[in-house]
């Protein structure tokens, strides 16, 4: 099972996680993928994950969910794996999100609709209560990182996760605009198959360990 965490401020209708449902729907393994739409309060967004996470047996876990997340998504991913013991895959994460959204308190809208997003000053300390100072079980981790990304600093997350599965992008952006080649490479991490394998390279990348 795959557990879909959007970005700040995004939503289910992102390309990466619609790119991810359609591969799933063409692989005929569309009821094993869960991607909501996460609310603006970090501890609501954690609740909703864990909520989902209830329907499997606590010693299944490790075996049959993996969180993706992307962005702010995957910082939420990080907390989660440590917390539930799951795999998680990592798509340009937030590393420190507490100092960088600190500027973006206030009332905005979506990226992907006109819908007001409210993000409030206590939503700060919610994701200090999430930070995860340093990862254990690294190969339970799977990061991808593009050093194009306009908007947080891939080597904060190289550094991050140290011991973990990695594929660094020479170039592409945030959004990883090239997240169809990636995706089969994803899809493997998380147990679904037959697809390419999680450290296939393409041309420009960089694979770490």
């Excluded at 991607?35 to 499997?56: C, H, M, N, T, V």
């Excluded at 206590?122 to 340093?134: F, N, S």
């Amino acid at each position: 099972m795959i557990l879909y965490l959007h970005g700040f401020r995004s939503s289910p209708q992102s390309f990466k996680a619609r790119h991810m449902a359609e591969r799933l729907q063409a692989l005929g393994r569309l009821p094993e993928y869960y991607g909501p739409q996460l609310p603006a309060s970090p501890a609501a967004a954690i609740r909703l994950a864990l909520d989902y996470a209830e329907q499997f047996p606590a010693e299944q876990l490790t075996e049959q969910l993996t969180v993706v997340g992307s962005s702010l998504g995957g910082f939420y991913a990080t907390w989660l794996a440590e917390h539930l013991g799951c795999r998680a895959v990592l798509l340009n994460p937030a590393v420190k999100p507490p100092r960088d959204l600190e500027s973006y308190v206030g009332v905005t809208t979506q990226y992907h609709s006109d819908e007001p997003f409210e993000f409030r000053r206590e939503y700060i300390d919610e994701l200090r209560a999430l930070v995860v100072d340093k990862i254990t079980r690294p190969e339970r981790y799977f990061l991808i990182a593009a050093t194009g990304d306009e908007v947080l600093d891939w080597r904060e997350m190289t550094a991050h996760y140290p011991g973990a599965k990695q594929i660094v992008i020479e170039g592409s952006d945030h959004g990883i605009s090239e997240f169809a080649d990636y995706a089969d490479a994803v899809l493997a991490f998380c147990g679904i198959g037959p697809l390419n394998p999680p450290n296939s390279l393409h041309a420009g990348d960089e694979a770490l360990s």
